[in-house]
């Protein structure tokens, strides 16, 4: 069964660092997200993508946030400038309605 | 905008024994509906999904049951087993496709 894909598992970076989150969606579905979840809280919408455009995003996707499918299989989330709190499993999801997680990239930011 | 709540944050069942898990949400106009299973260090798994224009859904050991008038969701697990603990939320779309809100999540804990 066709599943979502992401890399790294683990990412440690310094505060101030950039860092990019890969995810490879499974390859029949036309909307991509990204959502994040702080340890022991919900999981929190943060972009969708559609048409090779974003669609929507919440307000915690400012301009250190950037998404991209450079290709046409992988979808990537940029954070330009990491802070403390950026820190959480940031998950991607694909679908055509409903939506199927990956199984998420730990970022840790020190 | 749309708040999703969850009237427990953990339920403890005995295998074999049925989970009901609960779920409010706020607008209205919501019209998709999803549970997920989170098991720990893991992503949401879909379980299972409703529209709004059906009121309940069965899938293998699952059902899902939706009553508009008071906007509230519900998640039965028949004959819950120990491969069910983890904790599960209920996800809601509205008028799009474009961003899933969640709720907060209740741990299931099954006891032998």
């Known amino acids: 069964e066709p599943e979502v894909t992401q890399t790294p598992s683990h990412q440690v970076t310094q505060m101030g660092q950039e860092v990019i989150l890969r995810c490879v969606p499974i390859?029949?579905?036309?909307?991509f997200y990204w959502y994040r979840q702080i340890l022991g809280q919900k999981v929190e919408f943060l972009v969708s993508?559609?048409?090779?455009?974003?669609?929507?995003k919440s307000e915690i996707f400012d301009d250190q946030f950037s998404v991209e499918r450079p290709d046409g299989s992988n979808f990537t989330l940029k954070i330009r400038s990491t802070k403390l709190e950026d820190s959480a499993m940031y998950f991607c999801a694909s679908g055509n309605y409903e939506q199927y997680f990956g199984p998420g990239t730990r970022l840790t930011v020190t | 905008g749309e708040s999703v709540g969850l009237h427990l944050p953990t339920l403890s069942v005995q295998e074999g024994d049925n989970s009901i898990i609960n779920c409010a949400y706020s607008n209205s106009a919501s019209d998709y509906f999803i549970w997920y299973k989170q098991e720990s260090g893991k992503g949401p798994q879909f379980i299972i999904d409703?529209?709004?224009?059906?009121d309940k859904r069965q899938g293998q050991r699952v059902t899902v049951l939706l009553n508009k008038t008071v906007k509230h969701l519900s998640l039965q697990i028949a004959a819950t087993q120990p491969g069910d603990s983890a904790v599960y939320f209920c996800?809601?779309?509205?008028?799009?496709?474009?961003?899933?809100?969640f709720g907060t999540g209740t741990r299931l804990q099954v006891t032998l």
């Open positions: 409703i529209r709004s224009n059906m």
């Open positions: 390859s029949n579905h036309l909307y």
């Open positions: 993508f559609y048409n090779n455009e974003i669609s929507e």
């Open positions: 996800a809601v779309y509205t008028g799009t496709a474009s961003k899933l809100t």
